[in-house]
Nanobody, 122 residues
Framework: QLQLVESGGGLVQPGGSLRLSCTAS????????IGWFRQAPGKEREGVSC????????NYADSVKGRFAISRDNAKNTVYLQMNSLKPEDTAVYYC???????????????WGQGTQVTVSS
């Protein structure tokens, strides 16, 4: 079974930073677009960012644009989400997911991690 594992979550004060990691096992990330999603308590899961596999082109939700940055290190089989200037509304469980394709396609995410908790609070 293809597996993705998120790490790097935790408690941070508003304005702080975290870097989330998404590491694959049983497969390499080279051939898949990887997305980050989040789900806050009582809310629907929403897309945060996505990076393609063929040219590392990235996109971001408007709510995080300018604050978050997605990147990939294929040698480490890992995709990162650098989160800066964190706000309380960023509090959520963050998930990474691999797309069926090598570019970011809506509804194409087939493999999901179990999530890592990010809490932004003073």
């Amino acid at each position: 079974q293809l597996q993705l594992v998120e790490s790097g979550g935790g408690l941070v004060q508003p304005g702080g930073s975290l870097r989330l990691s998404c590491t694959a096992s049983a497969f390499t990330l080279d051939f898949f677009a990887i997305g980050w999603f989040r789900q806050a308590p009582g809310k629907e899961r929403e897309g945060v960012s996505c990076i393609s596999s063929y040219n590392s082109s990235a996109n971001y939700a408007d709510s995080v644009k300018g604050r978050f940055a997605i990147s990939r290190d294929n040698a480490k089989n890992t995709v990162y989400l650098q989160m800066n200037s964190l706000k309380p509304e960023d509090t959520a469980v963050y998930y990474c997911a691999a797309n069926r394709y090598d570019y970011c396609v809506n509804n194409g995410f087939a493999y999901w991690g179990q999530g890592t908790q990010v809490t932004v609070s003073s």
